[in-house]
T-cell receptor, first 112, second 112 residues
């Protein structure tokens, strides 16, 4: 069973709208959690990184939240743009530096 | 500009053939990784290397081989023993320790 579960699998929204993507994990012990954006046919690019003590972190129109007690994270996208169409991947790192667990991603489509 | 380069972008393999995917980085990163990405699944670790002339198997190493003769290079060979090689392959690198990954643009391998 994957230790990182993302929902929804896919999402379609209209340009300008907001959306929230979810990530639940069971990785323990936990070191940090990252959100990546992956355009089709490209490698993932890091958006945010959050450690155990951080609850919220923003990167422009992207805001990530983390609840380490419930092992949940969310990525909120504000005022979506067509270029936000991509897969968003949640990655959780355990305390072993090589133990990175990837979610299957949420495929976001922003339509005009 | 520093970065990580994968080649080729597209690769076609005949049954029974070995093929090699190239991964080169000029970021002076010690650690390099190979992941496989399949639709609907999270990235899965094939092999990783934390230092020149040393590498370790990941979760799905069977049918693959690697070498790390230079710090900058970490080629992946998909052997004929890999029965289902069609996938998107991603190479990544990082500084040693608790750092995020820089990903290449990926190689899409298709068996014909």
């Amino acid at each position: 069973k994957n230790q990182v579960e993302q929902s929804p699998q896919s999402l379609i929204i209209l340009e300008g709208k907001n959306c929230t993507l979810q990530c639940n994990y069971t990785v323990s012990p936990f070191s940090n959690l990252r959100w990546y954006k992956q355009d089709t046919g490209r490698g993932p690019v890091s958006l945010t990184i959050m450690t155990f003590s951080e609850n919220t972190k923003s990167n422009g129109r992207y805001t990530a939240t983390l609840d380490a007690d419930t092992k949940q994270s969310s990525l909120h996208i504000t005022a979506s743009q067509l270029s936000d169409s991509a897969s968003y991947i949640c990655v959780v790192r355990g305390t072993d530096n090589n133990d990175m667990r990837f979610g299957a991603g949420t495929r976001l489509t922003v339509k005009p | 500009d520093g970065g990580i380069t994968q080649s080729p972008k597209y690769l076609f393999r005949k049954e029974g053939q070995n093929v090699t995917l190239s991964c080169e980085q000029n970021l002076n990163h010690d650690a390099m990784y190979w992941y496989r990405q399949d639709p609907g699944q999270g990235l899965r670790l094939i092999y990783y290397s934390q230092i020149v002339n040393d590498f370790q198997k990941g979760d799905i190493a069977e049918g693959y081989s690697v070498s790390r003769e230079k710090k900058e290079s970490f080629p992946l060979t998909v052997t004929s023993a890999q029965k289902n090689p069609t996938a998107f392959y991603l190479c990544a690198s990082s500084m040693r320790g608790n750092y995020g990954y820089t990903f290449g643009s990926g190689t899409r391998l298709t068996v014909v």
